[in-house]
């Protein structure tokens, strides 16, 4: 009821009743007295002279042609004789008063035309006496000149001599040409040719560019002489992308467009902004004309987002076919240079800061340029105390922003500052980032970066595994709980080994699985906060949409009941997105709220935000780029299978002893069921093809046969040959993404062997504890111990010693591939001496021995390999094992030591004497480390290990070196530990504050 009446309050719409438009102030119209319509002048014939003087009339009425067709139920008054004549009389005497006033005003305005009407005859007639004077020479000139063209012979390539009056046009044209020679050269030397092949090289890279369609540059302006290059890199091409800020008139660089093609006041356009960008940022005038060296016509151009004026060039990076037309695909990437002068005023830094921010969202990008950000140092961890209220509001805006700045060399050769920066929103795409020598007259260093990304996400020809494209969540499970519940598993098991049961088992939930498992269907596009939009909102929208389009077919479109519809429909339209947005937030709301519960779905939903997608690869394979999954997951396979150690350790550390021992597992139907019910149902399947949300869902009828199979498996001690075939997923680390070793394999195995792992993993992690074996430095894998504990007892004893004045010396220690290279037979002797002894001990064995692994990428899978050493990553025993083979390495240390799985630190406190014994008792404890590690065969890597020294006094005398395998350790004023920064001169205060 009370959206009723707020429509029928609303004011009416007046419209001519002639022309049906309505009546606004832009076109006059008159009242009917009698049925109060309106009527344009236009539309009845009259005048706007005639409107004019019957408006001075106010008891003039009008009538339009219904009302006056009408018969009038009583006469109407009798007019007077003479008020017409008065009337006319008026209204003449009206307009010649007006008449004389306009009079007036062009008299006054004839008088100074008439006076410069003299003046010019005069000009004229000096004029022609001058060009009389001069036509005779000019003539006596031209015909010199014709003579001397007639009768010289000149080489060809230059030009003949000619009368000293067109000098100015000779040297016009040779600096013409002298530029267009520059423009060629200077692109040939920014790709590193030599000057002896320019010509040679630019034509070369001219027939490079000119397939490349989907390469977009526009909005061109020319800033400031310093050169950045990016390499744009990929399996298909390799592209140079060259951009230059701040180019100035008596610069060496000239301008260089690549656009598409412009009409002629598209190209003044772009001259006049161009122009208004060089006079604001002090260029002193245009730049030199060089006509651009290659126009590139792309088939789909990119939208480029505005952009201020300080910003030089915005650019759409595609890879993959010519026409992919959304630039938000992963194998895309957008790119600006900006140049920030030093003296930027506050408005214009304002809007810099705002188009950066539109700019990174929702796409992968790359900011390049000259930002003039001095007091920001970003080669420390920590940023500086020192810095400016500007340069901490950049800083702010590329941390919210998630952007990674790349360069940490000093390019700005007089003051020795970081000025030009790389920031993308990819931290892991830029790799070899380097700076080179200036170029003449330049106080900037060219930096050049290679910014890698696979082209397309390929995919094998292999064909799909029939059960990965199931739709887990809407199987039939009491179907298949009822079938399994017919069957006898201690007949189906009877006389059978381990390897039958778990085949005969894993065929039988298979061929369930494909009967009452639904196939997936096409993922819909709709998010998923769409099912709690209301429906009555979506119903009231298109019923309103349905009636204004009847109204406005019946009616027209200028009707008033038709906007009157139309004014529904756009309430209806606001209220749903009002909804929409409303249950946007309430989804991500419920999502952060429960993101230490379900993380998956949270990260899951922020990846697909993402515009770009983490790829794999691609990998340098004899000096070629490669992004082909079958031959990535060949190479993966090799070089993970390098780093396995096979070689006999003659002489390992003594390892840890124990008298008591455990030899068997112990375990229940009611444990396995418990197993399966905490599964997680979004976690991925292994290489058996069983989900766990089936393993879930039917734990009560797969209790009992996994846990005969569980039995058998323990009390022989052998793990079946299929739990023992691993499919590895590479997981990035850091570093450069075309090296294979930069990746972390990570193992998926069978569900239901990592059951089992759980039930012994309890149990020898209950022995372990029981009888105190395990070190209490160690604070990885183990429950109730995080990172942030060892932290917190870390930099407490380290506060304490700096506090009481001493020299703390902190040695942080990086292993190489730790998890890869634990010996087999070394760690199988450290079992068996902390007391793992009979069946479990020769079950661990099976686990470790006669492993092998296929690498997957993009659904290619390798060859299988064997596994030699190490402990597969990605399984649950595994962490354990590494716990207890290197749980005995500090036990010759003298001073303090904390690990955190494979990251060991060293620290000593010391009054900072240089005759004190504390330096030679450090690096005897390194030493020992060094030597305990190697005979258990493990290394360290020198070039990683970092010492760190907390000391009052930045100036004091004592800085001793320490040595690791005869390498010089890296001192550091900061590092990371354990993803915190630490920083040795201001490490109290930004600790505490991070």
């Known amino acids: 009821?009370?959206?009723?009446?707020?429509?029928?309050?609303?004011?009416?719409?007046?419209?001519?009743?002639?022309?049906?438009?309505?009546?606004?102030?832009?076109?006059?119209?008159?009242?009917?007295?009698?049925?109060?319509?309106?009527?344009?002048?236009?539309?009845?014939?009259?005048?706007?002279?005639?409107?004019?003087?019957?408006?001075?009339?106010?008891?003039?009425?009008?009538?339009?042609?219904?009302?006056?067709?009408?018969?009038?139920?009583?006469?109407?008054?009798?007019?007077?004789?003479?008020?017409?004549?008065?009337?006319?009389?008026?209204?003449?005497?009206?307009?010649?008063?007006?008449?004389?006033?306009?009079?007036?005003?062009?008299?006054?305005?004839?008088?100074?035309?008439?006076?410069?009407?003299?003046?010019?005859?005069?000009?004229?007639?000096?004029?022609?006496?001058?060009?009389?004077?001069?036509?005779?020479?000019?003539?006596?000139?031209?015909?010199?000149?014709?003579?001397?063209?007639?009768?010289?012979?000149?080489?060809p390539g230059q030009l003949p001599p000619i009368p000293a009056i067109h000098e100015l046009i000779?040297?016009?044209?040779?600096?013409?040409?002298?530029?267009?020679?520059?423009?060629?050269?200077?692109?040939?030397?920014?790709?590193?040719?030599?000057?002896?092949?320019?010509?040679?090289?630019?034509?070369?890279?001219?027939?490079?560019?000119?397939?490349?369609?989907?390469?977009?540059?526009?909005?061109?302006?020319?800033?400031?002489?310093?050169?950045?290059?990016?390499?744009?890199?990929?399996?298909?091409?390799?592209?140079?992308?060259?951009?230059?800020?701040?180019?100035?008139?008596?610069?060496p660089f000239p301008t260089v467009f690549i656009t598409k093609d412009l009409t002629y006041k598209q190209r003044m356009e772009r001259k006049r902004r161009m122009d208004a960008a060089q006079g604001a940022l002090g260029g002193g005038g245009n730049p030199p004309p060089t006509r651009a060296p290659n126009q590139l016509t792309p088939r789909n151009p990119q939208p480029v987002p505005s952009s201020p004026p300080l910003t030089s060039t915005t650019t759409t990076i595609c890879t993959g076919n010519d026409n992919t037309s959304n630039t938000d695909t992963p194998a895309s990437a957008c790119a600006t240079v900006i140049y920030r002068p030093p003296s930027i005023s506050r408005e214009d830094d304002n809007t810099l800061r705002s188009f950066i921010c539109n700019f990174s969202l929702g796409k992968e990008v790359v900011l390049l340029g000259d930002f003039n950000l001095p007091s920001i140092h970003w080669d420390l961890p920590i940023p500086d105390a020192q810095i400016t209220h500007i340069d901490a509001q950049y800083l702010d805006l590329f941390t919210t922003l998630g952007l990674q700045q790349h360069v940490l060399s000093p390019t700005f050769v007089s003051s020795g500052n970081i000025l030009d920066l790389v920031l993308t929103s990819e931290r892991d795409r830029a790799t070899n980032v380097t700076i080179s020598p200036p170029f003449p007259k330049c106080g900037h260093t060219p930096v050049h970066f290679m910014y890698v990304f696979q082209s397309s996400p390929k995919q094998c020809n292999s064909p799909a595994n029939d059960l990965a494209t199931r739709d887990w969540a809407r199987g039939s499970y009491g179907a298949i709980n009822r079938s399994l519940s017919m069957?006898?598993?201690?007949?189906?098991?009877?006389?059978?080994?381990?390897?039958?049961?778990?085949?005969?088992?894993?065929?039988?939930?298979?061929?369930?699985?494909?009967?009452?498992?639904?196939?997936?269907?096409?993922?819909?596009?709709?998010?998923?906060?769409?099912?709690?939009?209301?429906?009555?909102?979506?119903?009231?929208?298109?019923?309103?949409?349905?009636?204004?389009?009847?109204?406005?077919?019946?009616?027209?479109?200028?009707?008033?009941?038709?906007?009157?519809?139309?004014?529904?429909?756009?309430?209806?339209?606001?209220?749903?997105?009002?909804?929409?947005?409303?249950?946007?937030?309430?989804?991500?709301s419920h999502l952060i709220d429960q993101r230490s519960t379900r993380p998956k779905l949270f990260h899951a939903y922020i990846r697909n935000k993402k515009k770009a997608r983490p790829t794999i690869g691609p990998l340098k394979m004899n000096d070629v780029l490669e992004d082909d999954p079958t031959l990535m997951a060949d190479q993966f396979v090799s070089a993970f299978a390098?780093?396995?150690?096979?070689?006999?350790?003659?002489?390992?550390?003594?390892?840890?002893?124990?008298?008591?021992?455990?030899?068997?597992?112990?375990?229940?139907?009611?444990?396995?069921?418990?197993?399966?019910?905490?599964?997680?149902?979004?976690?991925?399947?292994?290489?058996?093809?069983?989900?766990?949300?089936?393993?879930?869902?039917?734990?009560?009828?797969?209790?009992?046969?996994?846990?005969?199979?569980?039995?058998?498996?323990?009390?022989?001690?052998?793990?079946?040959?299929?739990?023992?075939?691993?499919?590895?997923?590479?997981?990035?680390?850091?570093?450069?993404?075309c090296d294979p070793l930069n990746y972390r394999p990570i193992s998926l195995t069978p569900i239901p062997c990592k059951s089992l792992e759980r039930l012994v993993t309890k149990a020898l992690f209950g022995f372990l504890q029981d009888n105190l074996i395990l070190d209490d430095s160690q604070y990885g894998f183990r429950a109730e111990r995080a990172v942030s504990d060892q932290l917190i007892l870390t930099y407490n004893l380290v506060t304490l010693w700096y506090d009481q004045g001493s020299t703390v010396d902190l040695i942080l220690f990086d292993f190489v591939k730790a998890f890869d290279r634990v010996h087999h037979q070394t760690l199988l002797d450290k079992l068996q001496s902390v007391g793992i002894s009979g069946n479990l001990l020769q079950w661990i064995k099976s686990f470790l021995l006669d492993r092998s692994m296929r690498v997957s990428v993009g659904g290619s899978l390798s060859n299988n390999v064997p596994i030699t050493s190490g402990v597969p990553q990605g399984s649950v025993l595994g962490p354990l094992l590494f716990l207890i083979y290197v749980n005995y390495i500090g036990s010759s240390l003298t001073c303090k030591y904390m690990m955190f799985a494979d990251d060991l630190k060293l620290f000593l406190h010391h009054p900072g004497d240089p005759s004190s014994p504390a330096s030679a008792i450090l690096q005897f404890n390194i030493d020992t480390l060094a030597a305990t590690a190697s005979s258990w065969g493990l290394k360290f890597a020198p070039g990683k290990c970092v010492h760190l020294c907390f000391r009052r006094g930045l100036g004091g005398p004592f800085n001793h070196e320490y040595y690791l395998d005869g390498i010089a350790l890296n001192q550091a004023s900061s590092h990371k530990d354990l993803g915190e920064p630490r920083d040795t001169t201001c490490w109290v205060d930004k600790g505490t504050e991070r």
């Not at 790709?191 to 027939?207: A, D, W, Y």
């Not at 009231?540 to 009941?561: D, L, M, N, P």
Request: with cysteine; charged share 25%; proline share 7%.
């Open 1 to 155: 009821m009370a959206d009723s009446k707020d429509r029928s309050e609303q004011p009416k719409i007046s419209v001519c009743i002639i022309c049906n438009k309505r009546v606004n102030d832009n076109h006059k119209a008159v009242e009917c007295d009698k049925c109060e319509e309106w009527t344009h002048t236009k539309c009845c014939g009259m005048s706007n002279e005639v409107y004019n003087q019957l408006s001075n009339f106010p008891n003039i009425l009008f009538s339009c042609d219904n009302c006056r067709s009408r018969p009038c139920s009583a006469p109407a008054p009798a007019p007077s004789p003479h008020s017409q004549d008065i009337a006319q009389l008026v209204s003449t005497v009206q307009s010649l008063a007006k008449s004389v006033n306009v009079l007036h005003e062009d008299i006054k305005l004839i008088k100074p035309l008439i006076t410069s009407v003299h003046t010019l005859q005069q000009d004229m007639e000096t004029i022609k006496t001058t060009l009389k004077s001069i036509n005779q020479p000019l003539q006596q000139e031209i015909d010199n000149i014709k003579t001397s063209l007639q009768t010289t012979n000149h080489p």
């Open 170 to 251: 000779r040297d016009e044209v040779l600096e013409c040409r002298e530029r267009e020679k520059r423009a060629n050269s200077i692109i040939v030397r920014g790709l590193g040719s030599e000057p002896t092949t320019i010509q040679q090289k630019f034509n070369q890279v001219v027939s490079h560019l000119l397939p490349h369609r989907p390469i977009s540059l526009q909005d061109v302006v020319p800033l400031k002489p310093n050169l950045v290059r990016a390499r744009i890199v990929n399996s298909e091409d390799r592209r140079d992308l060259l951009s230059v800020t701040k180019n100035l008139r008596q610069s």
């Open 487 to 588: 069957y006898d598993w201690d007949l189906e098991f009877m006389y059978l080994d381990p390897d039958q049961m778990l085949h005969k088992f894993t065929h039988l939930l298979q061929d369930l699985c494909t009967r009452h498992v639904p196939a997936r269907g096409p993922k819909g596009r709709s998010p998923p906060w769409h099912k709690n939009i209301s429906r009555n909102l979506q119903r009231w929208k298109k019923v309103a949409w349905s009636q204004y389009i009847e109204v406005r077919r019946t009616h027209g479109r200028r009707s008033v009941i038709a906007a009157q519809k139309l004014f529904t429909f756009h309430e209806a339209n606001m209220a749903l997105r009002r909804d929409v947005l409303a249950c946007q937030v309430a989804y991500e």
């Open 642 to 737: 390098s780093v396995f150690i096979t070689e006999h350790l003659p002489n390992p550390f003594p390892h840890q002893t124990c008298q008591e021992t455990i030899s068997t597992v112990v375990f229940f139907p009611s444990d396995v069921k418990t197993q399966l019910l905490s599964l997680k149902t979004d976690s991925a399947m292994g290489p058996d093809n069983l989900h766990p949300r089936m393993l879930k869902e039917c734990a009560s009828q797969l209790a009992y046969p996994l846990y005969l199979i569980f039995r058998s498996s323990l009390s022989l001690g052998y793990v079946p040959a299929k739990w023992k075939v691993s499919h590895v997923t590479p997981i990035y680390k850091k570093g450069s993404r």
